[in-house]
């Protein structure tokens, strides 16, 4: 197909000029006259019997429009939808318990609604709020992983009769008998939590149902505004066709706003059209910690096998995954675990074992990531300590058991979130290792530094991590360019977008098939009403299947402009050459714009050919046979004060291969982001729960987010071996960041400490690195 | 996230504001840079029927120096605006040294110092800052002005010596004394936040280089900031060494505080914080007071 001037190109962001400007439209920038505003009562108790309800006194309120609870929701009051189904799974157990609009009878964590204000604004119907008087009788509260399962917890969905959520195995080989064959077995306990996704827009939605016309916008922070509108559709009873769906620009997704239908998505609209009055409900902060979804705690048993050189011969692991009150999406985040573990290396034998258990928390689901840093913690972790005990360097004992180029598509033989077989596309690990460990200066760092610092009491770590992150599943998207009169192009796909840089790398992947200009192909994303058909945007999925779309739709618009051109310039399609956007006979003056062939291939006159399809249009789908497994290596290098265990980040340098770069300054981004998001992980946020499940840092002030002072300067260099699976060779990159942090905090702080701790868990903290190094030194 | 209704005003002078405090007592709060009351309203945890604005009094915004080489710094002197300051860095450098450390900088160009005082936060820095330094507040209320020494007016948990119907007017920073060296140190998970453990250290030596006073406060160590006597007792009389500040760093984390745990900080992370903390603060505080600091005992 030619040159691709563009994709490749560090090219400036399209979007950029909106939102530094302060220009981009965001949900709460949506401003409709008589908006009437929500907000919600939300529980108190992590789980209690909900006896009664009283909002009498909220409705005399002055300002007070509407006040409803599960009683007044008649038929609409319903459980929400199993969102993603498990995959089968041979002997799996899966006990569904999906959400509820608004508590009935039953609360089952802290911040489950209970009942919703609608007043003129949103002060009233806060104040209202405090007007409303509920009876809830408290029960025993399910906190934590293991007491959930013992057989005298209280049980939280006592139609299921157990928290038990999912139990889940998978395995590949005969790991017992790998075990036998074994020169060392390394088994440890290790913990890992996680937390919020921490976006700086909350949720917010804006409902306008309009009468006249029968028709109902919604402005949604959602990152699926396609199956929103069909959800909705479904259970207001209109067509599609009367709901749209507007995510506008969208201050982060990072997965939770991936949920459907959290219970205000339900309500707002349904409220809109009760009312006939545009209704708005914005998140704030304090409730998004209750009402948003996060990421938790797993508890791992996991041993790994190895023969005398380090070489793998069979991993173990048997895991808790901590669900939160309801399982709407399924096992996602687990069998991400149990799948991403394996990493880049052989593993000839495998057994993976999980447990997801109901607990009287929020709900988790996906935040970027998505349960693949759980599985590579392990995994690191068990590989270091292996290497530990057999006196191998831990560079050294991870080459061994990469997989080689020749090894691809490597078949894990087990089943992935997607419901397809874990197969590798491809992928090339050793020469992203060497480059990582060249970069950080690995021999001279252990040779030289190390020793150096140590001698002047200082404690310096180096830590040096692999990880594969699958990237980029079915089941589809769409895109339709098409190329209008002036000669700009407009690419419309169905993707939600939430900074991404959707609106520079589909108009990259565009503008090279239509020789024109990056910044003359305009990206419309997230209206139902400009793009019918999709998913969404989640599982570091975007690029790899809607830019795929967007490059198999301008391939035919390519071919008619190339049609249309030969007829107008009376050349043959072979001699004409697109650039600039202009067509333009080889080694001529003779040339047409993209924009009088638009004209032409939409004629007001004259007769149009049997079968022909007017204008430069068209529309093309994508759907991959399976993911595309991304992947990396993070190293870094840590101070640590020995007396007050703060620790700082000295180096930090990332080699990454999402094979084919579309655009390396949005993908080095990414990147950055997904490490600053690592970091906070690894080392800062935490949610705290009491034992009766009551969360103690729900603020920005004790919940930490890592700030500008706490990321380090990135060191980003990219190995890129091309996806086989696309036209564009590419692989998702959203998530990829994240993922190892924790592993590499783990070891280089060990390594700082000089093995005075071995760490098994995240998140860590300077406190907590000084109780393990008391704990230890008591030890000895 | 929205305050429960409240009435507002905006009172010109001192006298309108006490007219007002006397009006509405328990029911009114004092609005200065309002960094710790407007979130607290928002979250509801606050739901003061009455706000009284004093961001419209005249004549608590003044920086001044005192002929005795005090400095004199009014109620809503804005902590960017000490930070700044010229004057502050020359006559108090304690406190220029501990602001940059108060929240952030957007918060500084807000938050005041007598606000920051009159909150009593003890994880806040300018308390500590107050103590090590024996510096006072000026007040007034309805029976008139009256002096409060800082060790009085840090009576517990987000509390005062300040009466009913009493308003924060002024702070009164003592003047530096010859041999006199400071230092603050704090150890936070981020910078900006609320330290784990914080020390504000004020020595003076004598002629002879001998350690003459020693105020160690310390912050986020209870329920107000405090001094550590033991620790002080290691130092005064006592050439400084590294053996004497060594001991009062223990003295200071193992016997003068009782710190609470919480998500951030155990009890025996706190004690070692101090410990070092204290340690490393005197020394640096004896340096500046032109003490070097021996290695061997006094």
């Known amino acids: 197909m030619g040159a691709h001037p563009h994709v490749g190109a560090g090219v400036l962001r399209n979007e950029d000029p909106q939102l530094l400007t302060g220009r981009a439209i965001f949900v709460d920038d949506v401003h409709l006259a008589g908006t009437l505003h929500a907000a919600f009562l939300r529980s108190d108790f992590a789980h209690g019997r909900l006896l009664s309800v009283d909002t009498s006194a909220a409705k005399r309120r002055e300002g007070v429009i509407a006040v409803y609870t599960a009683e007044d929701l008649g038929d609409y009051w319903c459980h929400g939808p199993l969102l993603v189904p498990p995959p089968p799974i041979a002997g799996l157990t899966f006990n569904t318990a999906t959400l509820v609009p608004l508590a009935r009878d039953r609360v089952v964590h802290v911040g489950e609604p209970i009942a919703v204000v609608v007043a003129e604004s949103r002060y009233i119907a806060e104040d209202a709020l405090e007007d409303i008087v509920v009876d809830i009788e408290p029960l025993p509260v399910v906190v934590g992983l293991e007491e959930a399962l013992a057989p005298d917890s209280p049980v939280i969905h006592e139609a299921l009769g157990t928290n038990v959520a999912a139990h889940v195995v998978q395995q590949k080989g005969d790991y017992e008998a790998a075990r036998g064959d074994a020169h060392t077995v390394v088994s440890r306990k290790f913990s890992y939590d996680r937390g919020v996704a921490g976006a700086i827009e909350n949720r917010g939605i804006l409902a306008d149902w309009n009468a006249r016309n029968e028709e109902l916008t919604v402005w949604d922070t959602t990152q699926a505004p396609i199956p929103i509108r069909n959800g909705l559709a479904e259970r207001l009873g209109l067509l599609q066709s009367q709901v749209r769906v507007v995510a506008p620009f969208l201050g982060g997704g990072f997965g939770p706003k991936m949920m459907m239908f959290y219970p205000e998505e339900l309500l707002i609209p349904w409220i809109s059209m009760r009312l006939e009055r545009p209704v708005k409900w914005i998140e704030d902060r304090a409730e998004s910690f209750f009402a948003t979804t996060n990421e938790r705690l797993q508890l791992h048993e996991a041993e790994l096998a190895v023969d005398s050189e380090g070489r793998i011969l069979g991993v173990k692991d048997v895991f808790l995954h901590d669900s939160g009150a309801y399982d709407p999406y399924g096992i996602t985040v687990p069998i991400n675990t149990q799948c991403t573990l394996l990493g880049p290396y052989r593993v000839p034998n495998y057994y993976s074992e999980f447990t997801a258990v109901f607990t009287n928390k929020t709900i988790v689901t996906p935040v970027r990531g998505a349960g693949r840093q759980h599985g590579v913690f392990v995994m690191e972790r068990l590989l270091d300590f292996a290497a530990k005990e057999l006196g191998i360097d831990r560079v050294e004992i991870r080459k061994r058991n990469f997989l080689t180029p020749d090894e691809f598509p490597h078949d894990h033989e087990i089943l992935f979130q997607d419901s397809a077989p874990l197969v590798y596309d491809s992928g090339d690990y050793l020469p992203a290792m060497e480059k990582a460990a060249e970069m950080i200066g690995y021999r001279k760092f252990l040779d030289e530094e190390q020793p150096k610092a140590r001698a002047e009491g200082r404690r310096l770590g180096l830590g040096i991590v692999s990880y594969v992150e699958g990237t980029g599943i079915g089941p589809y998207e769409g895109a339709r360019v098409s190329v209008e009169p002036s000669g700009k192009v407009q690419l419309a796909t169905g993707v939600g977008t939430q900074g991404q840089g959707h609106f520079t790398t589909f108009a990259q992947i565009v503008a090279d098939q239509l020789g024109v200009d990056v910044t003359d192909v305009h990206v419309v994303t997230g209206d139902t009403r400009e793009f019918s058909w999709g998913t969404g945007t989640f599982a570091s999925r975007g690029i790899v299947v809607a830019g795929s779309a967007c490059h198999e739709a301008a391939i035919v618009v390519r071919k008619r402009i190339l049609s249309v051109a030969s007829e107008a310039l009376e050349a043959a399609e072979d001699d004409l050459e697109l650039a600039d956007g202009v067509v333009r006979v080889k080694g001529s003056d003779l040339s047409i714009s993209l924009g009088e062939l638009a004209v032409r291939a939409n004629p007001l006159r004259g007769a149009v050919a049997a079968g022909a399809e007017p204008g430069l249009e068209a529309t093309s789908y994508f759907g991959p046979a399976r993911g595309t497994t991304a992947s990396g290596v993070h190293a870094m290098i840590v101070e640590i004060d020995p007396e007050t265990l703060e620790v700082s980040i000295q180096r930090y340098v990332v080699v990454h291969d999402c094979g084919r770069l579309v655009n390396p300054v949005i993908v080095d981004g990414q990147i950055h982001g997904g490490v600053a998001h690592g970091i906070g992980n690894a080392f800062f946020e935490e949610l705290v729960y009491d034992d009766q499940g009551q969360l103690l840092n729900a603020s920005f002030m004790d919940y930490l987010l890592p700030t500008a002072t706490d990321v380090p300067h990135m060191e980003v260099a990219h190995v890129e071996t091309p996806s086989p699976l696309n036209p564009l060779g590419v692989k998702g990159v959203g998530e990829a960041g994240a993922i190892p942090v924790g592993a590499l905090y783990a070891q280089a702080l060990e390594d700082a400490l000089q093995g005075a701790v071995e760490i098994r868990e995240i998140p860590l903290s300077p406190g907590r690195l000084f109780d393990l190094v008391q704990d230890a030194e008591a030890d000895s | ?298």
């Not at chain 2, 800082?150 to 009576?155: E, G, T």
């Not at chain 2, 308003?167 to 041999?179: D, H, K, N, Q």
């Not at chain 2, 986020?220 to 620790?231: C, I, K």
């Not at chain 2, 002080?232 to 060494?241: D, M, N, Q, T």
């Open chain 2, 1 to 298: 996230m929205k305050p429960a209704p409240f009435e507002y005003r905006r009172p010109e002078t001192v006298e309108e504001v006490i007219h007002l405090l006397a009006e509405y007592g328990d029911e009114a709060k004092l609005l200065a840079g309002g960094q710790s009351l407007i979130p607290t309203m928002n979250f509801r945890l606050a739901q003061p029927a009455m706000l009284i604005d004093l961001n419209t009094v005249e004549g608590l915004d003044g920086l001044d120096a005192g002929d005795d080489g005090s400095l004199r710094m009014g109620a809503m002197v804005r902590q960017a605006m000490a930070e700044k300051s010229a004057l502050v860095a020359e006559r108090v450098p304690l406190l220029a040294e501990t602001l940059p450390y108060v929240a952030h900088a957007q918060i500084r160009n807000r938050g005041t110092i007598g606000g920051n005082l009159a909150h009593a936060d003890p994880r806040s820095e300018l308390p500590a800052v107050m103590l090590a330094l024996a510096a006072s507040v000026t007040v007034r209320g309805p029976d008139g002005e009256r002096s409060i020494g800082a060790r009085d007016f840090f009576a517990g948990f987000f509390e005062t010596a300040l009466e009913e119907g009493e308003l924060l007017t002024e702070v009164v920073l003592p003047p530096a004394v010859e041999g006199g060296g400071q230092a603050f140190l704090e150890v936070s998970r981020r910078l900006g936040d609320y330290a784990m453990v914080g020390v504000a250290a004020s020595v003076v030596c004598d002629g002879a280089g001998r350690c003459d006073q020693a105020s160690i406060a310390l912050l986020s160590v209870g329920s107000r900031p405090m001094l550590a006597e033991r620790a002080s007792a290691c130092l005064v009389g006592e050439r400084p060494s590294r053996a004497t500040v060594v001991a009062a760093g223990h003295a200071a984390g193992n016997q003068d505080i009782d710190p609470p745990a919480d998500m951030h900080a155990s009890v025996a992370y706190r004690r070692r914080l101090a410990t070092v903390l204290v340690r490393r603060a005197l020394t640096t505080a004896f340096e500046r007071a032109g003490c070097v600091i021996g290695e061997g005992a006094s």
